[in-house]
């Protein structure tokens, strides 16, 4: 247990709609980080938050957004969801934003879009 | 765009037998981190190597770092059925912005 706990762990939706995602960091972690996992495209970067502020953005779509809260859990909200959007997602967690952090994964949250 | 190629991305082994997975890029990154992610779950980080020609053991895996920091492998030793996994390596190129590569899935057969 990585101590980052991630809700739900399935999900199924329609084409269309939207979803979110939701990631409680390990205690004492300030940077949340989501990352996205598909057979095609392997694990991308999304995006990274540090004690409440955007940090870093990767591959992130304009229909994905994301925040972080005062009590620094996350949300990554997933809108006019299309078939490819179907993945794992993960949120990961770490106590410091620069390099050489260790960064713990939550066991992510399977996205199924029909 | 940093990319990091990552071979081979299949490999089913005996038990007993040694291997090597290699990670490649053209760029160079402040670290390298190894991953090991089974079904259902989260990548679980093996190890980091920070400096050039760093070597690291961790019972029968040993990961090195090349010398211009692009490149890195991970070798195992006598592998055993639960060493069965996807291993992941991931270049640290700004501040935990990891960037993975493929993966290589591993079987080791009994």
């Known amino acids: 247990d990585s101590g980052v706990t991630q809700t739900p762990k399935h999900l199924i939706t329609a084409t269309g709609q939207r979803v979110t995602l939701r990631c409680s960091p390990r205690?004492?972690?300030?940077?949340v980080y989501w990352y996205q996992q598909s057979l095609d495209q392997g694990l991308q970067f999304l995006i990274q938050?540090?004690?409440?502020?955007?940090?870093a953005k990767g591959n992130i779509l304009e229909r994905f957004s994301a925040q972080q809260f005062p009590d620094l859990h996350s949300e990554l909200n997933l809108s006019s969801l299309e078939l490819g959007d179907s993945a794992l997602y993960f949120c990961?967690?770490?106590?410091?934003?620069?390099?050489?952090?260790?960064?713990?994964f939550g066991e992510g949250s399977w996205l199924t879009v029909v | 765009t940093q990319l990091l190629e990552q071979s081979p991305q299949f490999l089913s082994i005996q038990e007993g037998e040694n291997l090597t997975v290699y990670c490649n890029s053209s760029?160079?990154?402040?670290?390298l981190q190894w991953y090991r992610q089974e079904p259902g779950e989260g990548p679980v980080l093996l190890v980091t190597?920070?400096?050039?020609?760093e070597v690291k053991k961790l019972k029968r895996l040993t990961f090195q770092f090349g010398d211009a920091r692009k490149d890195s492998s991970l070798h195992i030793t006598a592998a055993q059925p639960g060493d069965t996994g996807l291993y992941l390596c991931?270049?640290?190129?700004?501040?935990?912005?990891?960037?993975f590569g493929q993966g290589t899935e591993l079987s080791v057969k009994p």
């Open positions: 938050y540090y004690n409440g502020e955007e940090r």
């Open positions: 990961a967690s770490s106590v410091a934003s620069g390099s050489g952090n260790t960064i713990y």
């Open positions: 205690s004492g972690d300030l940077s």
């Open positions: 760029s160079v990154f402040s670290s």
């Open positions: 190597v920070v400096t050039g020609g």
């Open positions: 991931a270049g640290d190129s700004q501040g935990g912005k990891l960037i």
